[in-house]
């Protein structure tokens, strides 16, 4: 069976080795490229989770809500990138929680605080 030279057409001897212009026959790397192809790629959803978990502590956790959907589904999805970005989706999932929980909290007072003070104010008024 003979080969052929990718590079000028010359047919190859033995060795896979072209006489005419020197090129050494690369089809015994064709399947080792093809590996590389097909490794997964990175967790997309999982460093935009996280990024926007970053942002959001400079945002006061104005964007906490799509970081945490984000990462969640940057966490779901991390076993089809060979568990790639696991990490970073729970290291964000943490941090948005976390500013949705102070979010609430922070609402949840100001809210308190403003029925006290209408409460207040209608005493004074009435
Ligand atoms: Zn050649």
């Not at 978990?53 to 060979?82: P, Q, R, W």
């Not at 948005?96 to 006290?116: D, E």
């Amino acid at each position: 069976m003979a080969k052929f030279c990718t590079k000028c057409g010359n047919e190859l001897n033995e060795d896979g080795f072209c006489e005419k212009c020197g090129t050494k026959s690369e089809t015994s790397n064709v399947q080792i490229n093809q590996t590389i192809i097909t490794k997964p790629k990175s967790n997309g959803f999982a460093t935009a989770g996280f990024v926007i978990s970053l942002v959001s502590i400079l945002c006061c956790g104005g964007t906490s809500t799509i970081g945490l959907v984000f990462s969640i589904i940057g966490l779901v999805t991390a076993n089809k990138y060979d568990g790639n970005g696991k990490g970073l989706a729970i290291a964000g999932i943490i941090i948005n929680a976390l500013l949705i929980i102070v979010l609430i909290i922070f609402y949840s007072l100001g809210l308190a605080t403003t029925i006290f003070d209408s409460y207040s104010n209608g005493y004074r008024y009435y």
